[in-house]
Nanobody
Framework: QVQLVESGGGLVQPGGSLRLSCAASGSIFSLMGWYRQAPGKERELVAAINRAGTTNYADSVKGRFTIFRDNAENTVYLQMNGLKPEDTAVYYC?????????WGQGTQVTVSS
């Protein structure tokens, strides 16, 4: 049974940092990534990484966020620096097997003074 367990969200001041973690179990995952959804907006890609370490970032987070993964632990991380109020959203982990896509339950990130 596939499970994605996210952690690391919270409240942080503008300019601060957070690290999100997503521990996946139950399969081998090719592409893993983070999406976010702010109130009243559509869910959007934040960053993604494949097993070879190739990454893709939304333009809005380039230079501030870093995605990396530990293949042995099936865990993907999102290091978020220089957080802005517009980064406030629920962040979701997404993981692909060869034929299925799985989503985590989401973790809230709030950037506010």
């Amino acid at each position: 049974q596939v499970q994605l367990v996210e952690s690391g969200g919270g409240l942080v001041q503008p300019g601060g940092s957070l690290r999100l973690s997503c521990a996946a179990s139950g399969s081998i995952f090719s592409l893993m990534g983070w999406y976010r959804q702010a109130p009243g907006k559509e869910r959007e890609l934040v960053a993604a990484i494949n097993r070879a370490g190739t990454t893709n970032y939304a333009d809005s987070v380039k230079g501030r966020f870093t995605i990396f993964r530990d293949n042995a632990e099936n865990t993907v991380y999102l290091q978020m620096n220089g957080l802005k109020p517009e980064d406030t959203a629920v962040y979701y982990c997404k993981a692909h097997t060869w034929n299925t896509v799985y989503w985590g339950q989401g973790t809230q990130v709030t950037v506010s003074s």
